[in-house]
């Protein structure tokens, strides 16, 4: 599928391939000499990032800053901070960037960023030493006008305050629309962090309706119990579902009769893990996949749901709070039992809709209350849910495919026409 030689043949690079050459055939004639352009990044940089330890001693991290396309405005995407970061993994997640941004109609292209790192192995000055080196790395190819770096798994608004500051002092004045998901007091948007979970809600409740899965004693499964699932269990929760299962890096819990899912956050605050929360069984991790469930939230990483899992779902609906959560056979399984799979680049978008509200906030230096944040977003997620929807009916195609005609019709269309440098 690609002749780039530094991808992983099994990795999230080829999933987003395939989901591409999934959605050649249902694009005009015109278009389809450029469809190329999506199949590879525009820029890819790795930095070397050294710092000097509490102890005295030097370590080397690698990191990464790509930009997958800019055709429809500046990069925007998160830096992640795990182990497991490298460049086929970042390549991905900045595609999907690209394509969210264009689902949601955002005047933004696709980027990404990370550090192999664990950051919960280092000390907060180091992980302030490693933040601003990285920034000082990377910061001739980020910028409000070139590419606005985010929050993503292991990274806050505090790092993203230290990469603003860090970006500010080269230029020699505060420049707060750098980044996005920065705290309030720094120029960032009330509503951001819960935007995410928000939006997976939002992208729920309104798929649910048009399929009649009342949401009132349905069952919810969440995987991951970060920002993103932590704020969809809790709206569900409080609009009557009953989150029966929750599963995270500790471990696996269930309650058929549904967690307190309030309860549940303060506990995972305190201890860092959902494993230990009372009134809850602990279940093996693979008995996850099996569990009597209506609406599944994987909210964790990419590349989680199999086809040998798949099968066992008994989900009617799957909500991808995460990015590239379901690989291309699992989705076929899926899609023969009709059961209804929300992609990632519409249902984890209220991040980066918000993030782009905090950016027109930061350009313009007025700010707005959280209720009209909100009232924005719902909006705008509701409109390209129906879109998407619309686009499977005409199409005849999973609300996945649905969502890439729409994204790929706009980001082909502003290459066309912004054409080719030198011709």
């Known amino acids: 599928m690609s002749n780039l030689s530094y991808i992983n043949e099994n990795g999230p690079w080829q999933t987003y391939l395939a989901q591409v050459e999934r959605v050649a055939p249902y694009l005009s004639e015109s278009l389809k000499d450029y469809i190329d352009t999506l199949k ?76 192999r790192v664990d950051p919960r192995s280092l000390s907060s000055r180091e992980l302030e030493r490693l933040t601003r080196r990285f920034t000082s790395e990377i910061s001739h190819i980020i910028g409000p006008q070139q590419d606005i770096p985010a929050p993503d798994i292991g990274t806050n608004p505090n790092i993203m305050g230290w990469i603003m500051d860090t970006y500010s002092s080269s230029k020699g004045y505060t420049i707060t629309g750098v980044v996005t998901g920065k705290p309030v007091h720094l120029g960032g948007s009330l509503g951001r962090i819960r935007a995410t979970g928000r939006g997976v809600f939002v992208t729920g409740v309104d798929v649910a309706r048009r399929i009649g ?43 058929s009769k549904g967690l307190d899912v309030k309860a549940l956050q303060i506990y995972v605050a305190e201890h860092g893990g959902v494993v230990g929360f009372e009134d809850a069984e602990i279940l093996d991790n693979e008995d996850f996949w099996q569990v009597d469930m209506d609406i599944l939230i994987p ?29 291309p056979e699992a989705d076929d ?19 980066v809709t918000v993030s782009y509200f905090e950016w027109v906030q930061d350009m313009a230096s007025y700010f707005w209350s959280e209720d009209e944040i909100n009232e924005r977003l719902d909006k705008l997620m509701i409109q390209a849910m129906n879109d998407i929807w619309q686009s499977s009916q005409e199409n005849q195609c999973t609300l996945r495919t649905a969502a890439y005609i729409l994204a790929c019709d706009r980001i082909l269309r502003a290459r066309k026409e912004r054409g080719i440098f030198p011709g």
């Open 299 to 327: 909210a964790a990483l990419e590349s989680q749901i199999t086809l040998e899992r798949a099968k066992k779902l008994k989900a009617k609906v799957i909500l991808e709070g995460a990015n590239g959560p379901t690989y």
């Open 333 to 351: 399984e899926f899609s023969r039992r009709g059961v209804i799979v929300v992609p990632d680049v519409i249902c984890n978008a209220g991040g």
């Open 213 to 255: 899965l009342p949401i009132e004693n349905s069952r919810v499964a969440i995987q991951g119990f970060g920002n993103v699932g932590n704020e969809a269990g809790f709206l569900f929760d409080k609009a009557g579902a009953k989150v029966v299962v929750v599963q995270d890096h500790t471990g696996t819990i269930y309650n």
């Open 40 to 115: 590879r990044p525009k820029r890819a940089l790795i930095v070397d990032v050294p710092i000097i330890m509490d102890d005295g001693s030097i370590r080397h991290f690698e990191g990464y800053r790509v930009q997958h396309n800019l055709s429809r405005g500046p990069g925007k995407g998160g830096i992640r901070y795990h182990p497991d970061v490298n460049l086929d993994e970042v390549m991905a997640l900045s595609a999907w960037m690209t394509i969210k941004t264009a689902v949601v109609n955002l005047p933004f292209g696709g980027a990404k960023g990370g550090i």
